[in-house]
């Protein structure tokens, strides 16, 4: 049930005096009294104020709110206290709080964040989470549901960190079965574990997950499109990614609330891409101007580097084609690149049989 809140909610001060009611309305910056900023005000700027202690502003708003549940709360905020209640209820019994207070159920009008902490102050019963490292703020039907959701944290993490990469929904059930709306809500509230822009979850501190600067943006870019690419193009992908409004060639897997935090240039420079992937050594240029992830199985280095190793790993002469074959899936050049490479006689001998080897030294 919707309240009016600057209207239905005057009943609850009918019976308070004017220094009761000042103290309440600037600590939950309800702004109704003149001069006020509709901004929560702290204990110590109250009392500095009005010539009180920190303590004693304190004191009073806890007695104001006790004289208030007691005798002001109607029927109407009866229901709309049981809906709080109901509303967490289908959350797992906890809501992060900022999500709760934009839920349109309750946020239907100027100032409602003011005016819902305000009735839940009133409400007494429900618990609140403040923020931390670990957590946003949250509210929840009991206190026990602090401990359980550290709990299910540390067994997502536990389950991430194992995996190393990014899990759906369905994956991290598995890893915690119980309650889908407790996970869901817990998931949340949670700084540590993070939704992707494809609805997985991953840990902060992995790049894809919490993409930090133009080297992180690449990587995302690399592990959606599974193919080498060309720098000008990785520096484009970043553009689509950066900017979602814009017709998409795919959804790069990132965190859309680290993303909205980024920095978005009017372009990506090219450039800097080029100048950032060099210097990477998590990328690895394997032709002109293109670069592959080193995890698929490149190694950085030359040409001539390249064949080296093909034949070191070989442990044996091999044919022009099988060398030729081994290098091109380590690097796009031409044949004759190769070829011009195989020729250095310093570097590769050349049997009667046709086979090279590594000029050892």
């Given at each position: 049930m919707a309240l009016n809140y600057q209207k239905d909610c005057q009943v609850l001060f009918e019976n308070l005096n004017s220094r009761q009611k000042e103290i309440v309305f600037r600590r939950f910056g309800l702004s109704q009294i003149s001069g006020?900023?509709?901004?929560?005000?702290?204990?110590?700027?109250?009392?500095?104020?009005?010539?009180?202690?920190?303590?004693?502003?304190?004191?009073?708003?806890?007695?104001?709110?006790?004289?208030?549940?007691?005798?002001?709360?109607?029927?109407?905020?009866?229901?709309?206290f049981s809906s709080f209640k109901s509303y967490l209820q289908k959350n797992g019994g906890l809501k992060r709080e900022e999500l709760l207070f934009?839920?349109?159920?309750?946020?239907?009008?100027?100032?409602?964040?003011?005016?819902?902490?305000?009735?839940?102050?009133?409400?007494?019963?429900?618990?609140?989470?403040?923020?931390?490292?670990?957590?946003?703020?949250?509210?929840?039907?009991?206190?026990?549901?602090l401990f359980l959701v550290q709990k299910l944290l540390k067994l997502i993490e536990k389950k991430l960190s194992k995996e190393k990469k990014p899990l759906g929904i369905k994956k991290l059930t598995e890893a915690a079965p119980g309650n889908p709306s407790f996970l869901?809500?817990?998931?949340?509230?949670?700084?540590?574990?993070?939704?992707?822009?494809?609805?997985?979850?991953?840990?902060?501190?992995?790049?894809?997950?919490?993409?930090?600067?133009v080297r992180d943006l690449a990587l995302l870019v690399f592990k959606k499109i599974k193919k080498p690419l060309h720098f000008i193009k990785v520096a484009?992908?970043?553009?689509?990614?950066?900017?979602?409004?814009?017709?998409?060639?795919?959804?790069?897997?990132?965190?859309?609330?680290?993303?909205?935090?980024?920095?978005?240039?009017?372009?990506?420079?090219?450039?800097?891409?080029?100048n950032e992937l060099i210097k990477d050594s998590r990328f690895v240029l394997v032709g002109r101007g293109v670069y592959a992830l080193r995890e698929w199985g490149y190694e950085p280095g030359t040409v001539k580097d390249?064949?080296?190793q093909v034949l070191k790993e070989a442990k044996q002469p091999l044919s022009q084609d099988e060398i030729l074959k081994r290098v091109l899936s380590q690097r796009l050049v031409k044949e004759s690149t190769i070829l011009l490479n195989l020729g250095n006689k310093k570097c590769f001998l050349k049997s009667e049989n046709g086979r090279y080897s590594v000029h050892e030294a």
């Amino acid at each position: 049930m919707a309240l009016n809140y600057q209207k239905d909610c005057q009943v609850l001060f009918e019976n308070l005096n004017s220094r009761q009611k000042e103290i309440v309305f600037r600590r939950f910056g309800l702004s109704q009294i003149s001069g006020l900023n509709g901004e929560e005000e702290t204990l110590e700027a109250i009392g500095q104020d009005l010539g009180l202690t920190r303590e004693r502003v304190r004191q009073i708003i806890e007695m104001t709110l006790v004289k208030i549940r007691r005798g002001s709360v109607t029927p109407e905020m009866a229901k709309v206290f049981s809906s709080f209640k109901s509303y967490l209820q289908k959350n797992g019994g906890l809501k992060r709080e900022e999500l709760l207070f934009s839920d349109p159920l309750f946020n239907h009008q100027a100032n409602s964040r003011h005016w819902l902490c305000f009735l839940l102050a009133i409400e007494g019963s429900l618990f609140r989470a403040g923020e931390t490292k670990e957590f946003y703020a949250f509210l929840a039907l009991e206190t026990k549901k602090l401990f359980l959701v550290q709990k299910l944290l540390k067994l997502i993490e536990k389950k991430l960190s194992k995996e190393k990469k990014p899990l759906g929904i369905k994956k991290l059930t598995e890893a915690a079965p119980g309650n889908p709306s407790f996970l869901k809500s817990a998931l949340e509230i949670s700084k540590v574990v993070l939704r992707t822009r494809d609805g997985q979850y991953g840990l902060k501190t992995w790049p894809e997950v919490n993409p930090r600067g133009v080297r992180d943006l690449a990587l995302l870019v690399f592990k959606k499109i599974k193919k080498p690419l060309h720098f000008i193009k990785v520096a484009n992908l970043i553009d689509e990614f950066l900017f979602p409004e814009k017709p998409q060639e795919f959804s790069v897997v990132a965190a859309s609330a680290t993303a909205a935090s980024l920095p978005v240039p009017k372009k990506t420079n090219f450039q800097t891409v080029h100048n950032e992937l060099i210097k990477d050594s998590r990328f690895v240029l394997v032709g002109r101007g293109v670069y592959a992830l080193r995890e698929w199985g490149y190694e950085p280095g030359t040409v001539k580097d390249v064949i080296s190793q093909v034949l070191k790993e070989a442990k044996q002469p091999l044919s022009q084609d099988e060398i030729l074959k081994r290098v091109l899936s380590q690097r796009l050049v031409k044949e004759s690149t190769i070829l011009l490479n195989l020729g250095n006689k310093k570097c590769f001998l050349k049997s009667e049989n046709g086979r090279y080897s590594v000029h050892e030294a």
